[in-house]
T-cell receptor
Framework: GENVGLHLPTLSVQEGDNSIINCAYS??????FIWYKQESGKGPQFIID?????DKRQGQRVTVLLNKTVKHLSLQIAATQPGDSAVYFC?????????????FGKGTHLIIQP | DTEVTQTPKHLVMGMTNKKSLKCEQH?????MYWYKQKAKKPPELMFV???????INESVPSRFSPECPNSSLLNLHLHALQPEDSALYLC??????????????FGSGTQLSVL
């Protein structure tokens, strides 16, 4: 039978389209959130972060939206390119305020169709 | 220098072996971290060093022993591992040791296989 636990959620988009990757977090005390990109064989690479006193932050081709009411975070990538293919993780700090490390969400595999 | 460097990149060891993973950063960061990542899963926190002192140990088995010789170096000593310990081990650092939320800078990891 199928081992669902080994399958990452996958998002397949056409090159040039916009991508939206979603993340639900569980700890209402978390006040700092980050999106990381992880390519095969590499460590997570920082994309963008947001603090809980904001609901939107923009970077180069990326936007992060934070909805604290429903504990939801999203990453929007504009004009998706082949180099955007990777696994994307959201991460939260747990609200501890110290060097407590980050807790990562499950991840989404973004696949770019030519 | 904005890198976290991990060695070796790949490691195969038997269950009776003793080996060490090494991590180095020269960014002047004061917190360093070990994460474990199984295939198709998110990284899971193992240990945090803040100002060279162990501040968090996430209930990791004693067969994993961290060491922070100085503010630039972080080691993970491995002994009597089990096949289920096979994973990608990631090192990370962050600029300030305590009190402030900040991004972590990750190395490329050591891919460990335990036979």
């Amino acid at each position: 039978g199928e081992n669902v636990g080994l399958h990452l959620p996958t998002l397949s988009v056409q090159e040039g389209d916009n991508s939206i990757i979603n993340c639900a977090y569980s700890n209402s005390a978390s006040d700092y959130f980050i999106w990381y990109k992880q390519e095969s064989g590499k460590g997570p690479q920082f994309i963008i972060d947001i603090r809980s006193n904001m609901d939107k932050r923009q970077g180069q081709r990326v936007t992060v939206l934070l909805n604290k009411t429903v504990k939801h975070l999203s990453l929007q990538i504009a004009a998706t390119q082949p180099g955007d293919s990777a696994v994307y993780f959201c991460a939260e700090n747990g609200g501890g305020g110290g060097a407590d490390g980050l807790t990562f969400g499950k991840g989404t595999h973004l696949i770019i169709q030519p | 220098d904005t890198e976290v460097t991990q060695t070796p990149k790949h490691l195969v060891m038997g269950m009776t072996n003793k080996k060490s993973l090494k991590c180095e950063q020269h960014m002047g960061h004061r917190a360093m971290y070990w994460y474990k990542q199984k295939a198709k899963k998110p990284p899971e926190l193992m240990f945090v060093y803040s100002y060279e002192k162990l501040s968090i140990n996430e209930s990791v088995p004693s067969r994993f022993s961290p060491e922070c010789p100085n503010s630039s170096l972080l080691n993970l000593h491995l002994h009597a591992l089990q096949p289920e310990d096979s994973a990608l081990y990631l090192c990370a650092s962050s600029p300030r040791g305590t009190g402030l939320n900040e991004k972590l800078f990750f190395g490329s990891g050591t891919q460990l296989s335990v036979l």
